[in-house]
């Protein structure tokens, strides 16, 4: 009879857990991208906590890949990880990659107007831990939701925009946010952005809106969709562009109606749909979660 002995256990880990990054790869597939990533990771010691990764198509398609690994001396390491990713990632595979430490939340601005389920959501969600982002601001074109704002701890800034000519107020908006903010959520702020704000701001826009467009445009879009007898009701929250409401879609949902709701039943179930998409939307964006391919949108969710 053969005895063996089993491996001795490893030891387990003392001390508080290793900062975290993530790595987010994206580019044209080919053999050995998973490889190359793991083993420069290896190479500097870092241990993979999770890994996601999707292909359009194996055979030459576009590649997409999410990281997070832990690494103690995690910002010390940081340079010479990049330039070693340089070299594997870039150089080699010619791919695109972004590396940040989770450890340092992005900054958000929330735009908001008179209606406020979706912004009292976020920053409720915010003080109870459950959106890793720093809310640097809240600007609203209404005065009204200012004092709820600020029982939470966050600047606010009331920034009229009436007419036609929006262009002082958009200066306004620049000035607050350039420097401050790693993104913007429009939290059902009802302004159309111009194409030289959305330009300029340079940051990730995130919006939220009913999913019944481009039906029911304008005012009151849960009354005509009770005329209509609509079935469902939903939410989409997507990156802003230049065209209106077309943007790359981050995040829907929607849940049954019947004739028997009115047209308020529909709107606050349509405001509950709204609230639960965004805060999803904005949870994946500042994770890392999302990836932008054209219009289109890889979520490792």
């Given at each position: 009879m053969t005895l063996t002995q089993d491996a001795p256990p490893?030891?387990?880990?003392?001390?508080?857990?290793?900062p975290q990054a993530s790595l987010v790869v994206q580019g044209a597939d080919a053999t050995g991208i998973v490889a190359a990533v793991t083993s420069a990771?290896?190479?500097?010691?870092?241990?993979?906590?999770?890994?996601?990764?999707?292909?359009?198509?194996?055979?030459?398609?576009?590649?997409?890949?999410?990281?997070?690994?832990?690494?103690d001396g995690l910002q010390a390491a940081l340079p010479a990880l990049r330039a070693d990713l340089d070299r594997t990632l870039v150089d080699a595979f010619g791919l695109r990659y972004t590396l940040r430490d989770l450890s340092v939340p992005k900054r958000a601005a929330i735009f908001a107007s008179k209606s406020d389920h979706c912004l009292l959501d976020l920053l409720w969600r915010h003080r109870q831990g459950q959106l890793p982002v720093t809310v640097a601001m809240v600007i609203s074109n209404h005065p009204d939701v200012a004092e709820e704002v600020r029982s939470f701890g966050v600047p606010f800034f009331h920034v009229p925009c009436q007419g036609a000519d929006k262009s002082a107020a958009e200066?306004?908006?620049?000035?607050?946010?350039?420097?401050?903010?790693?993104?913007?959520?429009l939290a059902r702020y009802m302004q159309i952005l111009s194409a030289d704000f959305i330009d300029r701001v340079g940051v990730p826009i995130i919006n939220i809106h009913h999913s019944f467009l481009p039906a029911f445009i304008g005012a009151g879009?849960?009354?005509?969709?009770?005329?209509?007898?609509?079935?469902?009701?939903?939410?989409?929250?997507?990156?802003?562009?230049?065209?209106?409401?077309?943007?790359?879609?981050?995040?829907?949902d929607v849940v049954r109606v019947t004739h028997a709701h009115t047209a308020g039943d529909l709107t606050r179930r349509g405001a509950d749909v709204e609230r639960a998409v965004l805060s999803r939307a904005v949870l994946w964006h500042a994770e890392d979660r999302v990836i932008?391919?054209?219009?289109?949108?890889?979520v490792f969710a």
């Open positions: 490893r030891a387990a880990r003392s001390g508080p857990p290793a990771l290896a190479g500097h010691g870092a241990n993979i906590v999770s890994l996601d990764q999707y292909s359009d198509d194996p055979q030459g398609g576009a590649f997409f890949q999410r990281t997070v690994f832990g690494l200066a306004e908006h620049l000035r607050l946010l350039r420097g401050n903010v790693d993104f913007v959520v879009p849960y009354a005509k969709a009770k005329e209509r007898g609509v079935k469902l009701v939903g939410a989409t929250a997507h990156y802003v562009t230049e065209n209106l409401d077309e943007g790359p879609i981050i995040e829907q932008r391919d054209g219009n289109h949108t890889i």
